[in-house]
């Protein structure tokens, strides 16, 4: 696959419906969803749209006259409901463009935007790499889902991996109260727990999908080796010995299992994603587990 107009086929959208109704589910019990009911009662509510029944929505406000007329139930949509800010930020630093990371991560956040799109709630796309490279604000209906492949499908792969210096360039971005997504492998020495919690203090649940490819995994390079840092150009001649494999593979879980400590003490969603495991099997981690 080149870019994400290979990955949305007719039959990857039908299985992501099944996904869009579940991520509504989760939200309304969340206080986020842009279908749940708004809080103003009787009068006050101004009628806005019409969308398809979908199941557990309120049966008080199925339009009837719609179902004797096209023999489908209709939900009636005000203005007052509100949307949730689906917040998602795409590492496109260097160390991206490593094996299939780079359309993994855009084929996972176009999937949640997509399901977020058919959930009426509002999707903010930002590339970020040694800082915020690019962003698309305020995209909230499903017709505007190929504007999303488009800029991600543009994103360029280039920089270095600075999340905090990223954040700190939102702070005056109307994020909204909602859920951010992270994708990144997060191979930086950067401080990126902080903007976690200035994320969190900005009122956002956090989802921290960690991305990596078959390589940053297992290597499969052995003898003498020189290793180039895809992003600071720096290198080192090695020896890839068995146990400097072996040492690697601590290093990496010792990685992992800070990450995993750092997300529960902060109440953020972790999930591990290889850049070969199955897309759907990944969305599944990452809503059934919010």
Not at 215 to 235: A, F, H, M, N, Y
Not at 245 to 274: H, M, P, T, W
């Amino acid at each position: 696959m080149e870019n994400l107009n290979d990955v949305f086929t007719k039959g990857y959208f039908t299985k992501l419906e099944t996904f869009a109704l579940h991520m509504r589910q989760k939200l309304d019990i969340g206080g986020y969803s842009g279908a749940r009911k708004a809080k103003a009662q009787g009068n006050s509510l101004e009628f806005s749209d019409y969308r398809e029944y979908r199941i557990g929505d309120d049966l008080r406000r199925i339009d009837w006259n719609s179902y004797a007329r096209f023999e489908k139930l209709y939900m009636k949509i005000f203005l007052e409901e509100k949307q949730a800010s689906i917040n998602l930020f795409v590492d496109s630093s260097n160390s991206m463009s490593e094996g299939n990371k780079s359309l993994y991560s855009k084929s996972l956040a176009a999937s949640i935007a997509y399901i977020a799109l058919k959930n009426m709630d509002k999707v903010n796309l930002f590339g970020w790499s040694d800082g915020l490279q690019q962003k698309k604000l305020n995209t909230h209906t499903s017709n505007q889902f190929m504007n999303v492949v488009q800029f991600l499908n543009e994103l360029e792969q280039k920089g270095e991996t600075s999340f905090t210096k990223t954040i700190k360039e939102c702070g005056s971005l109307p994020l909204g109260r909602g859920i951010s997504f992270i994708f990144s492998d997060f191979l930086t020495e950067d401080n990126w727990k902080e903007s976690m919690k200035l994320l969190q203090y900005k009122k956002q649940e956090i989802i921290l999908v960690w991305v990596l490819g078959q390589q940053d995994v297992i290597p499969s390079q052995k003898g003498s080796l020189r290793l180039v840092d895809k992003e600071t150009g720096e290198t080192r001649d090695l020896e890839l010995t068995a146990d400097v494999l072996k040492n690697y593979q601590k290093a990496l879980e010792s990685y992992e299992a800070d990450i995993r400590e750092f997300c529960k003490k902060r109440g953020i969603v972790f999930v591990k994603a290889v850049d070969d495991m199955p897309l759907l099997k990944v969305l599944y981690n990452m809503l059934i587990s919010y």
